[in-house]
T-cell receptor
Framework: NAGVTQTPKFQVLKTGQSMTLQCAQDMNHEYMSWYRQDPGMGLRLIHYSVGAGITDQGEVPNGYNVSRSTTEDFPLRLLSAAPSQTSVYFC?????????????FGPGTRLTVL | ELKVEQNPLFLSMQEGKNYTIYCNYSTTSDRLYWYRQDPGKSLESLFVLLSNGAVKQEGRLMASLDTKARLSTLHITAAVHDLSATYFCVPTSGSRLTFGEGTQLTVNP
């Protein structure tokens, strides 16, 4: 299993540009989520999904869109990038129903918005 | 809203010494994770604590949970340089994890 994969690893955008961060998992996990991590801070939840076709907002959803058309993929779209979105983005997945549903994290995407 | 406070936020310790990281959280949680993050890397799950009084140990790290006090501790025994990392206490409700700022641990020779 590849686990949770994210692309790209690094990205530089100009203010106002749009882009999509990709996340995929091959563990048949129902639950997937996106977090951002700013320097010296923990992770904050952006959006999450409990299954294909179902998404919901987390703590900091503004400026981001998500969709979940398949179990495997959960892309995060930045509609119009702003410098405040400079951060490291982590995707995570887990089984939904198992009580010991450890979340597995991807390697992260480091995004800089100029 | 679930909030997490860890202390200390920064910890510099000598190899061979013992120390404890404390984690307080504000509301009832289903379970609590401890994660480790190395600089520039992703997060690695260390422990999951499911019930009051739970204690887990792996090598030089031991985690415990007191759900009545809403307190978890991560005890480091005879620290070694390889333990240098940031440690996050993550109480969880349903599938939603709540992260604090983490404790940045540096172990010096």
């Amino acid at each position: 299993n590849a686990g949770v994969t994210q692309t790209p690893k690094f990205q530089v955008l100009k203010t106002g540009q749009s882009m999509t961060l990709q996340c995929a998992q091959d563990m048949n996990h129902e639950y997937m989520s996106w977090y951002r991590q700013d320097p010296g801070m923990g992770l904050r939840l952006i959006h999450y999904s409990v299954g294909a076709g179902i998404t919901d907002q987390g703590e900091v959803p503004n400026g981001y869109n998500v969709s979940r058309s398949t179990t495997e993929d959960f892309p995060l779209r930045l509609l119009s990038a702003a410098p405040s979105q400079t951060s490291v983005y982590f995707c995570a997945s887990s089984h939904r129903q198992v009580i010991y549903n450890e979340q597995f994290f991807g390697p992260g995407t480091r995004l800089t918005v100029l | 809203e679930l909030k997490v406070e860890q202390n200390p936020l920064f910890l510099s310790m000598q190899e061979g010494k013992n120390y404890t990281i404390y984690c307080n959280y504000s509301t009832t949680s289903d379970r609590l994770y401890w994660y480790r993050q190395d600089p520039g890397k992703s997060l690695e799950s260390l422990f999951v604590l499911l019930s009051n009084g739970a204690v887990k140990q792996e090598g030089r790290l031991m985690a415990s949970l007191d759900t009545k006090a809403r307190l978890s501790t991560l005890h480091i025994t005879a620290a070694v340089h390889d333990l240098s990392a940031t440690y996050f206490c993550v109480p969880t409700s349903g599938s939603r994890l709540t992260f604090g700022e983490g404790t940045q641990l540096t172990v010096n020779p």
